[in-house]
Every structure is written in structure tokens, then in C-alpha cells.
């Protein structure tokens, strides 16, 4: 670590499924974890954690000033759209804005030298590559987003040099592990309609890290994130692999589910599955995370999506989605 005395974090969405991660290997790393999270379920597995609970929301802008302010560095995790992936996404950049604001101010009234504002962003802000290979950091923003996280991550940005220094953290559209995220999600959706849906002959690819090698990422940027001298912003993809086809994806939650394949196009899918299942299954998002190997010393070395989906801890989510249905 950078100081000899534990350094304190406050970590938003502490008690989600990134953030419960980040929260337990900042913790064994040595740093002092203080988590918003706005159950009391979760609230107390915090607490059992060894992490301090700060029971709040986004909405509490003066909880989340006076937290920051008494930090060294300030994890964001938490996202607004998660509640409702209906909501306009203007909704969500608002909500996202006025927490920033808040927590990026309250940093740069800390006593700290450290200051050091870690965000959360997505690969698939990046245009993708014409000839269908991997984005870096520095590549143009894509003008057709899914939706308007481009918007969040620059405003956090325009903050670094503020009194603070901040670091974005780009993941996948595919973070998975321990029985959890939009893999089980979709494997939920696809055992209602009683198929599992490919945008035509699945042969794009999309990038894809494990919550467990996505949280030690985090937890190497609360180290070395920004400390080079004059450095006061810095972007990393954090994706394992870009190599996953969505055939191989599909084929895996069919085999699993026990469904069958259907293949088809995007307005079809649409109408089967809904819109969120047609614009992640045709997003063709492929970043490379070797910025974040080089630099913060990153190396995934988890479980891979196909091999976790087929003969990991995706088939008792598959076994408890077919009980439920039967």
C-alpha cells in the first residue's frame, strides 16, 4: 500500500455483486472499508466482513460528501439503472451527476494525499472496431450506444485535477461468477420463453472478466492507479478475454438449461426475449485489458464464462431456475 497506515475506502454499492468482491479483497489487502449499501441483510454480511456499513443511497448527497471526506480514496459501484433497466437513461446520469458531485467534492476536502476517485464505466462506450477486433482506452466513443454511460464517465472525469485524481474502470458487458449477474438473468429470461436466443450465426465475440479478477483489478487501482507524478486521470479496461463467441455463450446456457437454440435477428428478438436480450446479444464490444496488466500489475486468472456456465456455479442457478418452473 502507499502509506504505512491502513488507508480508508468508501465504497459505494458495497453490498452488490462487484462491490461485496471489492469490499472483501480491499479488506484482506489492508485497507479500511467503509461500504453505502441500503439493506440491513446487507448491511450486516458487510459487517461480517470486517467492513463498516454506511447505510444510505445515492439520494443522500450529505452522507455521501461527509464519507468522502474522511476517505483516501472513494470506490463508485453503485448504478441507478440496475433498479429499473426500463427508467430513460437521462435518469440515471442525473442521479449518477449529483452523487459524483457530491463524493468528488467531499475527496478533495480530505486530509489525504492520496485522493483518489475510482469510477465505473464500460467497455462498450468505445466505437467498436470496423474489422471486428478489440478497442483500447484511447479509442473514439461510440455514437450508437446501448445506453448513456459515456455521459457518466466523462463527467467523473472532468473531475481529475479538481483537488483529486481520478481512475475509470471499463467493464464488460459480461461480468460473471458465482452463480451471478446478467448471465443468470438471461438464463432466467430464456427458461421463461423456453429458448435460448443467438442473434443470427453468434460469431461475434465479446469481452468477458470474472467478478472475483474484475474486484482484484479495483483493488490493484487503489494501489497504483494515478501515482506516477502530474498524473491526475487514467482509464483501463478491465476484460479478461475478447475472444468469447456468442455461439459458444448460447450453445453453454442451452446445454445447461436443457433448452433449445433458436437463431434469430435482432427485431425477432426483440419481440421474443425483449430489448435488453437483443442489444447485449448483437453488441459487438470487444476491449482490451492490457493497459490494466501493464500498469496495475492486473492477472485474471479465474474460472473462463463457458467452462463456469457448463460445469460451474451456472448450473445449480440452472437447476434452482428449472425447480421453479416445474
Given amino acids: 500500500m502507499l502509506a504505512s497506515k491502513p488507508q480508508r475506502v468508501f465504497i459505494t454499492g458495497a453490498g452488490g455483486y462487484i462491490g461485496s468482491r471489492v469490499t472483501e479483497f480491499a479488506l484482506r489487502a489492508g485497507y479500511i472499508v467503509h461500504g453505502l449499501t441500503r439493506t440491513p441483510a446487507k448491511a450486516a454480511r458487510l459487517r461480517a466482513l470486517g467492513a463498516i456499513p454506511i447505510e ?112 475509470i474502470m471499463r467493464l464488460p458487458p459480461f461480468v460473471y461468477g458465482r452463480g451471478g449477474s446478467g448471465v443468470k438473468l438471461f438464463m432466467e429470461v430464456f427458461a421463461k420463453v423456453g429458448a435460448v436466443v443467438r442473434i443470427g450465426e453468434g460469431n461475434v465475440q465479446m469481452s468477458v ?18 501515482v506516477e507524478p502530474g498524473v491526475t486521470k487514467k482509464v483501463y479496461n478491465v476484460t479478461d478475454t475478447s475472444d468469447v463467441s456468442f455461439r459458444k455463450f448460447t450453445d453453454a446456457m ?42 496495475l500489475g492486473w492477472i485474471p486468472t479465474e474460472v473462463g464464462i463457458i467452462e463456469d456456465i457448463r460445469n460451474g456455479s451456472y448450473v445449480k442457478v440452472a437447476k434452482e431456475i428449472t425447480a421453479t418452473q416445474a
Fill in 56 to 167: 444510505g443511497d445515492m439520494s443522500q448527497l450529505d452522507l455521501l460528501r461527509a464519507e468522502a471526506s474522511k476517505a483516501d480514496i472513494v470506490v463508485h459501484l453503485a448504478d441507478a439503472w440496475v433498479d429499473d433497466f426500463s427508467q430513460p437513461y437521462d435518469n440515471v446520469v442525473k442521479i449518477d451527476g449529483a452523487a459524483v458531485d457530491a463524493m468528488t467534492f467531499g475527496l478533495s476536502q480530505s486530509p489525504s494525499q492520496r485522493r483518489l476517485f475510482v469510477g465505473t464505466s464500460g467497455v462498450g462506450v468505445a466505437k467498436p472496431d470496423e474489422n471486428g477486433g478489440e478497442t483500447d482506452e484511447d479509442a473514439p466513443e461510440d455514437p450508437n450506444p446501448i445506453n448513456g454511460r459515456i455521459r457518466c464517465e466523462k463527467h467523473i472525469l472532468s473531475k481529475a485535477g479538481e483537488g483529486i485524481k481520478v481512475c
Fill in 209 to 226: 472478466v470474472h467478478v472475483d479478477d474484475a474486484a482484484r483489478a479495483y483493488v490493484c487501482a487503489l494501489e497504483k492507479a494515478c
Fill in 254 to 295: 442451452a446445454a445447461t438449461l436443457g433448452l433449445p437454440v433458436r437463431a434469430m435477428e435482432v427485431p425477432e428478438a426483440m419481440e421474443f426475449a425483449g430489448p435488453l436480450v437483443a442489444g447485449f446479444f448483437s453488441g459487438r464490444i470487444r476491449g482490451k485489458g492490457d493497459r490494466a496488466r501493464a500498469e
